[in-house]
């Protein structure tokens, strides 16, 4: 079985601080993960994902992940955020299937 | 290239109405997915097709049917709606129906159930 857990619903930051948002999943088979971002009244599109090899993980938008397989976790992180980076961001994993997180909310005040 | 659209955008019924949602992805997409979006409760999967012909249950199917018309189409029919299917329905698709396959996702349809 597989699931993931978003620990923070919201995420409030200043413009140009640096931003974390937390994935742990659970997977007894090989594990695949998927960041998606949702901008307002739009679908999910792709910001990066793990299938293996390197455990940093550069996406678009200057977002990055690191794959810790010790501790099951899969952060999103940006040294420097943008008040367009403001949208609802998903942790993924698949495997058996695809099963996506609750979502975090970042938003990026000025 | 338009990649994934969905019809229509906005859509309000009566309890125990039926409607259908249209799907299509002009990408030669093997794969298709229907998605309902829940506050606080992420995406999960209605039904999935993971090539032309075929068709299977997700994590939420029941009170939903879908039928997969052609490699391009892939509909989503709610035969007798109720207030608990209230929510922002997704369709995506992506090249296999393979767990390192990137789904791509079209822009939503927001129903409102009565």
């Known amino acids: 079985a597989q699931s993931v857990t978003q620990l923070d619903s919201q995420v409030p930051v200043f413009e140009e601080a640096p931003v974390e948002l937390r994935c742990n999943y659970s997977s007894s088979v090989s594990v695949y993960l998927f960041w998606y971002v949702q901008y307002p009244n739009q679908g999910l599109q792709l910001l990066l994902k793990?299938?293996?090899?390197?455990?940093l993980v550069k996406g678009i938008n200057g977002f990055e992940a690191e794959f810790n397989k010790s501790q099951t976790s899969f952060h999103l992180r940006k040294p420097s955020v943008h008040i367009s980076d403001t949208a609802e961001y998903f942790c993924?994993?698949?495997?058996?299937?695809?099963?996506f997180g609750s979502g975090t909310k970042l938003n990026v005040k000025p | 290239n338009a990649g994934v659209t969905q019809t229509p955008k906005f859509q309000v019924l009566k309890t125990g109405q039926s409607m259908t949602l249209q799907c299509a992805q002009d990408?030669?997409?093997?794969?298709m997915y229907w998605y309902r979006q829940d506050p606080g409760m992420g995406l999960r999967l209605i039904y999935y097709?993971?090539?032309?012909?075929?068709?299977d249950k997700g994590e939420v199917p029941n009170g939903y049917n879908v039928s997969r018309l052609n490699k391009r189409e892939f509909s989503l029919r709610l035969e007798s709606a109720a207030p608990s299917q209230t929510s922002v329905y997704f369709c995506a698709s992506s090249e296999r129906e393979r767990e390192t396959d990137t789904q791509y996702f079209g822009p939503g349809t927001r129903l409102t159930v009565l």
């Open positions: 990408m030669n997409h093997n794969s």
């Open positions: 993924a994993v698949g495997g058996n299937k695809f099963y």
């Open positions: 793990y299938l293996s090899g390197s455990t």
């Open positions: 097709s993971a090539s032309e012909g075929t068709t």
